[in-house]
């Protein structure tokens, strides 16, 4: 089975506003092949990370106090199978950090209220997630729609999945399907 990468995330509360950030935020580099060949099958932490940032504040200013920006960074990163050991995390946190800072003027550093760190063994522990991959299984040619595990138990009758490893397949809306198929299948026993 494929899986997905693993989210490396940072939230951050930061005084002052970010005037070169928007909404939505891509930083990328220019050898996103090389990056992407790499990120996902090495036990290295990227040292120039692609990472998307997201300020909702910048849209709806109750998302953070007067005068403040809440800021999410994303950062894919491998899972745990390549990269078990984290001990790294304020490293690449800090080097996001350092990285969105100077690209965007503003020192965030100096300027952090609060700040959150989770790396995949965070996200594995608190949402169940396998090897701290965030979207579950991949959506790989042998991995897509029918091809993905059933949402019911092959040996027990009683024993139903849902989620976004299950069929049809990740998403809000696929889990939501594959919620209503579970719905289903639960209510057909009772007939």
């Not at 639960?186 to 007939?191: E, H, M, R, Y």
Request: aromatic share 12%.
């Amino acid at each position: 089975m494929e899986w997905t990468l693993s989210p490396f995330t940072i939230y951050l509360g930061v005084k002052g506003k970010c005037k070169d950030l928007n909404h939505h935020n891509y930083f990328l580099g220019n050898n996103f092949r090389e990056y992407s060949d790499n990120i996902f099958k090495t036990s290295v932490a990227p040292s120039k990370p692609y990472y998307y940032v997201n300020v909702s504040s910048k849209s709806n200013e109750e998302c953070a106090p007067a005068g403040c920006e809440n800021i999410f960074i994303l950062c894919p990163v491998p899972d745990l199978r390549y990269k078990p050991d984290w001990s790294d995390t304020e490293s690449l946190a800090n080097n996001i950090i350092d990285d969105l800072s100077q690209r965007i003027n503003f020192d965030l550093k100096a300027n952090t209220l609060s700040r959150t760190i989770w790396n995949p063994i965070d996200w594995q522990d608190k949402f169940n997630l396998y090897r701290g991959s965030g979207l579950g299984l991949a959506h790989g040619l042998n991995q897509v729609g029918g091809l993905r595990p059933r949402n019911f138990d092959e040996q027990f009758s009683n024993l139903f999945y849902v989620g976004a490893s299950t069929t049809p397949g990740t998403g809000l809306p696929m889990v939501i399907i594959s919620s209503k198929l579970v719905c289903e299948r639960v209510l057909a026993i009772g007939k």
